[in-house]
T-cell receptor
Framework: GAVVSQHPSRVICKSGTSVKIECRSL??????MFWYRQFPKQSLMLMAT?????????EQGVEKDKFLINHASLTLSTLTVTSAHPEDSSFYIC????????????FGPGTRLTVL | GDSVTQMEGPVTLSEEAFLTINCTYT??????LFWYVQYPGEGLQLLLK?????DKGSNKGFEATYRKETTSFHLEKGSVQVSDSAVYFC???????????FGKGTKLSVKP
């Protein structure tokens, strides 16, 4: 089946630094990638939708200047948390949609971010 | 607003027990409905789905029926195994971009 990887799986950083998380579709081309955030015992909340070659669409309440998303190719999207603060500590999950197959999403294993 | 509500866990069962995880949704119209499973250390995987009312999704012994009257999509399995231990997420089709709206997840632990 389609595989999505994320890197790193776990990162700890100091407050004020920036952290980049990569999401890759390993064996298929993903026209659309989604970034979700999950707090403990909460739902996955959609942060933004990323289409290859265009600007990401952010959900209401998500700061686009803080959570920079780049989808430079059909197999890679990156999320950069800029000037991270402790309240940004969370579990970030990406998913990717196969070309021409809306609603068929494949998820990465997630990245645990801890900001000290 | 649009949401998905599923029963809180954790759920602990003995092997071969019957499983039900309740899920209800709110929406205008009839969105596609999904169950995803997340095994320890892995990403979410699609378990089953239903795209219209009265459809039954099934996979690996799990079943869920799209009930528009009760806006529900409860997950059932007749006889669980230890290998079914995971977190189960109910989800519905979201916006025009193809995103999903998730429930909070239910952790299932099956004891031998």
């Amino acid at each position: 089946g389609a595989v999505v990887s994320q890197h790193p799986s776990r990162v700890i950083c100091k407050s004020g630094t920036s952290v980049k998380i990569e999401c890759r579709s390993l064996d298929f081309q993903a026209t659309t990638m989604f970034w979700y955030r999950q707090f403990p015992k909460q739902s996955l909340m959609l942060m933004a939708t990323s289409n290859e070659g265009s600007k990401a669409t952010y959900e209401q309440g998500v700061e686009k200047d803080k959570f920079l998303i780049n989808h430079a190719s059909l197999t890679l999207s990156t999320l950069t948390v800029t000037s991270a603060h402790p309240e940004d500590s969370s579990f970030y999950i990406c998913s990717a949609s196969l070309q021409g197959a809306m609603n068929e999403q494949f998820f990465g294993p997630g990245t645990r971010l801890t900001v000290l | 607003g649009d949401s998905v509500t599923q029963m809180e866990g954790p759920v602990t069962l003995s092997e071969e027990a019957f499983l039900t995880i309740n899920c209800t949704y709110t929406a205008t119209g009839y969105p596609s409905l999904f169950w995803y499973v997340q095994y320890p250390g892995e990403g979410l995987q699609l378990l089953l789905k239903a795209t219209k009312a009265d459809d039954k999704g099934s996979n690996k012994g799990f079943e869920a029926t799209y009930r528009k009257e009760t806006t529900s999509f409860h997950l059932e399995k007749g006889s669980v195994q230890v290998s079914d231990s995971a977190v189960y997420f109910c989800a519905r089709e979201g916006g025009s971009q193809g995103n999903l709206i998730f429930g909070k997840g239910t952790k299932l632990s099956v004891k031998p």
